[in-house]
């Protein structure tokens, strides 16, 4: 279920060697500029504003998405809609040559739901909802660097370009049952959509002057989809006057189906010849896997404050294929003399696997007034990544907060708000280059949102 919308830059792993030799890392593909994290993205009109930490008091048209057992609580039918209106995301890259950055303004929709209460549905205990969400958002704008490097006697010059696009969508229905004055549940099932999209190209020169000269190009472009069906169930217990306690489970993703389009070449010229590899695959396998999820949080209710506290958890996901084909690559070598050889390669799957992830969400807000609430809210999202070092996906563990003002009326409530985020890289190499350069760099990404969202109730 990509991943506030933060952009981040592509550190790309070369694997060229001026050896014109079949070797396996023909095909290991460069690691895209994509942030898978799970908890990034700020939903919901109240919510959104308080950190996400809304598990055990969410009571309208947003409890499709974060707690169906809430829907229970919504005594009419009611729309609800939000947004990430305006986002500015900086990325910056460090460790090679100096620092690059970039920093792009993106809007993205999160939400729309509706849950049917009366008139409709006359049962004050039952009520049922459908909604759209967008949990996983991550879209950076297109990145490019140059650097030179010190690769002894010899000239090195370094390049790479990168844009890519990682989403989850998830149309869903839902229902709430009130089982008695202090206990409600409910389910929803949902299909998720994964989008991955990415188009990456590297560069690398290494000229031994008056000796020889060897250049090398990589390019790679995947688009493609995964669909996972994914099934929740939620509880809410009125535990005193003053509090409430919520939970949510969601199952692993049930992939139905999934496939990309897979463009991959490479060339390298040297003054022993040259090796060109070009794949197609138009119907390569694409999976994503979507881990379990459980969420619990624990709120206090006063006159004119609340305030909760959200523990989340993501399952781990054991090493699978991400990207395979059946489809053989064509390979030219060309010698020397100007004379090819033509052959084929097999293209090598990519592996991936996930890390449990532990977040937390601690939000509330202030009653100014009968028709104005302030509210503010904290939030940590971890990367899943389980290897830095091989994955396609990047590492940045992200803290974040939110804040804003929420009015409403009898049947019209609406919210404005801010919300940002940050993070750090570890240390990770991009060599090694044609030259044994093994460099190591850093990224630093921040972004800043503004959120907007309104209900009506009929």
Do not use: C
């Given at each position: 279920?990509?991943?506030?919308?933060?952009?981040?830059?592509?550190?790309?792993?070369?694997?060229?060697?001026?050896?014109?030799?079949?070797?396996?890392?023909?095909?290991?593909?460069?690691?895209?500029?994509?942030?898978?994290?799970?908890?990034?993205?700020?939903?919901?009109?109240?919510?959104?504003?308080?950190?996400?930490?809304?598990?055990?008091?969410?009571?309208?048209?947003?409890?499709?998405?974060?707690?169906?057992?809430?829907?229970?609580?919504?005594?009419?039918?009611?729309?609800?809609?939000?947004?990430?209106?305006?986002?500015?995301?900086?990325?910056?890259?460090?460790?090679?040559?100096?620092?690059?950055?970039?920093?792009?303004?993106?809007?993205?929709?999160?939400?729309?739901?509706?849950?049917?209460?009366?008139?409709?549905?006359?049962?004050?205990?039952?009520?049922?909802?459908?909604?759209?969400?967008?949990?996983?958002?991550?879209?950076?704008?297109?990145?490019?660097?140059?650097?030179?490097?010190?690769?002894?006697?010899?000239?090195?010059?370094?390049?790479?370009?990168?844009?890519?696009?990682?989403?989850?969508?998830?149309?869903?229905?839902?229902?709430?049952?009130?089982?008695?004055?202090?206990?409600?549940?409910?389910?929803?099932?949902?299909?998720?959509?994964?989008?991955?999209?990415?188009?990456?190209?590297?560069?690398?020169?290494?000229?031994?002057?008056?000796?020889?000269?060897?250049?090398?190009?990589?390019?790679?472009?995947?688009?493609?989809?995964?669909?996972?069906?994914?099934?929740t169930g939620g509880v809410q217990w009125d535990a005193g006057t003053k509090v409430r306690i919520g939970g949510r489970i969601t199952s692993p993703g049930i992939r139905i189906g999934g496939s990309s389009k897979l463009?991959?070449?490479?060339?390298?010229?040297?003054?022993?010849?040259?090796?060109?590899?070009?794949?197609?695959?138009?119907?390569?396998?694409?999976?994503?896997?979507?881990?379990?999820?459980?969420?619990?949080?624990?709120?206090?209710?006063?006159?004119?404050?609340?305030?909760?506290?959200?523990?989340?958890?993501?399952?781990?996901?054991?090493?699978?294929?991400?990207?395979?084909?059946?489809?053989?690559?064509?390979?030219?070598?060309?010698?020397?003399?100007?004379?090819?050889?033509?052959?084929?390669?097999?293209?090598?799957?990519?592996?991936?696997?996930?890390?449990?992830?532990?977040?937390?969400?601690?939000?509330?807000?202030?009653?100014?007034?009968?028709?104005?609430?302030?509210?503010?809210?904290?939030?940590?999202?971890?990367?899943?990544?389980?290897?830095?070092?091989?994955?396609?996906?990047?590492?940045?563990?992200?803290?974040?907060?939110?804040?804003?003002?929420?009015?409403?009326?009898?049947?019209?409530?609406?919210?404005?708000?801010?919300?940002?985020?940050?993070?750090?890289?570890?240390?990770?190499?991009?060599?090694?280059?044609?030259?044994?350069?093994?460099?190591?760099?850093?990224?630093?990404?921040?972004?800043?949102?503004?959120?907007?969202?309104?209900?009506?109730?009929?």
């Amino acid at each position: 279920m990509t991943r506030v919308s933060i952009r981040m830059t592509v550190i790309l792993s070369l694997s060229w060697t001026p050896v014109l030799v079949a070797q396996i890392s023909d095909f290991t593909l460069p690691p895209s500029g994509i942030l898978p994290n799970y908890d990034r993205v700020l939903i919901g009109q109240r919510e959104g504003l308080e950190g996400g930490a809304y598990v055990a008091r969410t009571d309208d048209a947003g409890a499709g998405w974060y707690n169906p057992a809430g829907l229970a609580l919504s005594e009419k039918s009611g729309l609800n809609a939000s947004s990430n209106a305006y986002e500015l995301t900086t990325i910056t890259l460090e460790g090679i040559g100096q620092a690059s950055g970039s920093t792009r303004f993106s809007p993205s929709g999160t939400y729309f739901g509706a849950v049917l209460g009366a008139p409709i549905i006359k049962n004050p205990n039952v009520r049922l909802a459908f909604f759209y969400a967008k949990p996983v958002s991550w879209t950076p704008g297109t990145l490019d660097g140059a650097f030179t490097l010190n690769s002894g006697a010899n000239e090195e010059q370094f390049s790479y370009s990168s844009t890519s696009n990682f989403s989850t969508i998830i149309p869903g229905l839902a229902a709430g049952i009130r089982l008695g004055k202090e206990f409600r549940v409910g389910a929803s099932a949902g299909l998720g959509l994964t989008n991955l999209h990415q188009v990456q190209s590297v560069g690398d020169q290494l000229i031994t002057p008056g000796v020889s000269s060897t250049t090398a190009t990589r390019s790679v472009s995947t688009d493609g989809s995964v669909y996972n069906v994914l099934l929740t169930g939620g509880v809410q217990w009125d535990a005193g006057t003053k509090v409430r306690i919520g939970g949510r489970i969601t199952s692993p993703g049930i992939r139905i189906g999934g496939s990309s389009k897979l463009l991959y070449s490479q060339i390298v010229f040297s003054g022993a010849g040259s090796r060109e590899i070009g794949f197609r695959d138009e119907n390569a396998k694409l999976d994503y896997k979507i881990p379990v999820e459980l969420t619990g949080g624990i709120a206090f209710l006063f006159d004119r404050l609340q305030l909760e506290g959200d523990v989340r958890y993501h399952g781990s996901a054991t090493t699978y294929t991400l990207l395979s084909s059946s489809a053989l690559a064509s390979l030219v070598t060309t010698d020397a003399n100007g004379v090819p050889t033509e052959s084929t390669l097999s293209f090598v799957p990519v592996q991936e696997k996930a890390d449990p992830v532990l977040n937390v969400a601690i939000g509330g807000h202030y009653l100014l007034s009968k028709r104005f609430r302030l509210h503010a809210g904290f939030f940590t999202d971890a990367s899943p990544v389980a290897d830095p070092d091989s994955s396609e996906f990047r590492t940045v563990d992200l803290l974040g907060a939110s804040a804003g003002v929420s009015f409403g009326w009898t049947h019209l409530s609406g919210s404005l708000g801010v919300a940002g985020s940050w993070g750090t890289t570890d240390n990770r190499a991009v060599g090694p280059s044609l030259g044994g350069i093994a460099g190591n760099t850093k990224i630093k990404v921040s972004s800043f949102t503004m959120l907007y969202a309104i209900s009506y109730a009929f």
